[in-house]
Every structure is written in C-alpha cells, then in structure tokens.
C-alpha cells in the first residue's frame, strides 16, 4: 500500500511540474508575440525587417537576435579565426626564412593555412612585422591582426 502512495506521488509530481512547463510556455508565446515591426516594403508583408550591422570601430555585430543577426556573429567569428590561423602560418614561415614574413596567400596555404569559407583574408604588409585583415560581403566592415599588437582589433590595419 505504501508503494502504491509513492508511485501515485511521483506521477503527481510529474503531472504538475509539466503543468507548470506548460502555463511557463504559454505565457513566454502570449508575451514574446506581436511586438515585431513589419516593413511596409517586405516581400509579402508579413516578415519582419531585421536591422543587422557591424560596427567597425567595436568589431561587434549590432542589432537584434534572429537570423541575420546570427550569420553576422558567424561570419565575425570566422574572420577572427581566419585572421588567428593565418597569424599562424606567417609565424611557421617566418622560421624557415630567418624571420622574414611574406606577403603572399600562398606562401600561407603551403604553411597549412585554410582561409575559412565566406570570409576574405588579406596581408596588408609584411617585411620585419606583418598586417592582415579580413572582412566579408555580409560584415562589410574589416577586422586585422597587426604582429606588433598580437591581437585581431576592429578595423583595418594601421598606417605605417
């Protein structure tokens, strides 16, 4: 008798905490809908405009969450990455040549470097200390790792 109290309690137990999942779920839709603004001018009317950009002086993608919003932030993460791994390359060529970097996408890809998909990887400068920057057609905007800094900064690469 006492065991068949405690499965009863348990599915008691059970059936309120999805009720309460339930009543959470309901009020979340009830709250998150119809604040959406919708442009006059979208294709049939009914899909909302999302504002996404990318600031170049923070090296942030702005805007609200949504799918734009997410290609941005992966695109973002993909330049950095780009620009991390080609830092890379520049640094295992630079032991084979006494230290000097080189100022061709090539000479990069022989030291194993893989320029991520969608994102566009440039060397600005090299010689004694080296620039690169990479940018996207979605971010529009340019992101750099300069050798002297250590670091991908927001931005093209500085003026000598």
């Given at each position: 008798?006492?065991?068949?109290?405690?499965?009863?309690?348990?599915?008691?137990?059970?059936?309120?905490?999805?009720?309460?999942?339930?009543a959470i779920l309901v009020v979340f839709v009830v709250t998150s809908g119809g604040d959406e603004e919708v442009s006059e001018d979208a294709n049939?009317?009914?899909?909302?405009?999302?504002?996404?950009?990318?600031?170049?002086?923070?090296?942030?993608?702005?805007?609200?969450?949504?799918?734009?919003?997410?290609?941005?932030?992966?695109?973002?993460?993909?330049?950095?990455?780009?620009?991390?791994?080609?830092?890379?390359?520049?640094?295992?060529?630079?032991?084979?040549?006494g230290g000097d970097y080189t100022d061709q996408i090539g000479d990069l890809e022989a030291q194993g470097f893989n320029p991520p998909p969608a994102?566009?990887?440039?060397?600005?400068?090299?010689?004694?200390?080296?620039?690169?920057?990479?940018?996207?057609?979605?971010?529009?905007?340019?992101?750099?790792?300069?050798?002297?800094?250590?670091?991908?900064?927001?931005?093209?690469?500085?003026?000598?």
């Amino acid at each position: 008798m006492d065991q068949e109290r405690r499965g009863d309690s348990g599915r008691t137990w059970l059936v309120a905490a999805v009720v309460l999942l339930v009543a959470i779920l309901v009020v979340f839709v009830v709250t998150s809908g119809g604040d959406e603004e919708v442009s006059e001018d979208a294709n049939d009317g009914s899909a909302p405009v999302e504002e996404v950009g990318f600031d170049e002086q923070t090296g942030r993608c702005l805007g609200e969450a949504g799918p734009a919003f997410s290609r941005c932030r992966a695109e973002l993460i993909q330049a950095r990455s780009g620009l991390k791994n080609a830092a890379t390359a520049e640094e295992l060529y630079a032991t084979s040549t006494g230290g000097d970097y080189t100022d061709q996408i090539g000479d990069l890809e022989a030291q194993g470097f893989n320029p991520p998909p969608a994102v566009i990887v440039s060397i600005m400068s090299a010689g004694d200390t080296y620039c690169l920057e990479s940018t996207s057609d979605f971010l529009k905007g340019r992101l750099h790792y300069d050798s002297t800094v250590g670091a991908v900064k927001p931005g093209p690469c500085p003026t000598p």
